[in-house]
């Protein structure tokens, strides 16, 4: 099993910027796929961005078109450890945000890609 918590959402004006951190705990391997996903009232969840180990110290990074250039997901192993930072926030970034750990299979820009999930933290833009 591995717990996953979020934290460092808040309220930020349009243009700001955020980090949020996800604490992993339990079973975690830097072989988990991690990613963020988020989820805007009355809508489903989406995918926002992945990181997965790819050998030695390396890690490859995917995002959503909406967010690429905006935000960068980054982690710290040793402190087991995952991050997002979102710069030139806008509006429609308002969402509570996931954080996600799993093998990435079949899809890992997909829900069905993990296995263990946070409790999400908000972030809310406003204009």
């Known amino acids: 099993q591995v717990q996953l918590v979020e934290s460092g959402g808040g309220l930020v004006q349009t243009g700001g910027s955020l980090r949020l951190s996800c604490a992993a705990s339990?079973?975690?391997?830097?072989?988990?796929?991690m990613a963020w996903f988020r989820q805007a009232p009355g809508k489903e969840r989406e995918f926002v961005a992945t990181?997965?180990?790819?050998?030695?110290?390396?890690?490859?990074?995917d995002y959503t078109d909406s967010v690429k250039g905006r935000f960068t997901i980054y982690r710290e192993n040793t402190a087991n450890m995952l991050y997002l930072r979102m710069n030139s926030l806008k509006p429609e970034d308002t969402a509570a945000y996931y954080c996600?750990?799993?093998?990435?299979?079949?899809?890992?820009?997909?829900?069905?890609?993990?296995?263990?999930w946070g409790q999400g933290t908000q972030v809310t833009v406003s204009s």
């Open positions: 996600a750990a799993g093998s990435g299979r079949p899809i890992k820009t997909s829900v069905r890609g993990y296995d263990y």
């Open positions: 339990g079973r975690t391997s830097r072989d988990y796929t």
């Open positions: 990181t997965t180990w790819t050998g030695g110290n390396t890690y490859d990074a």
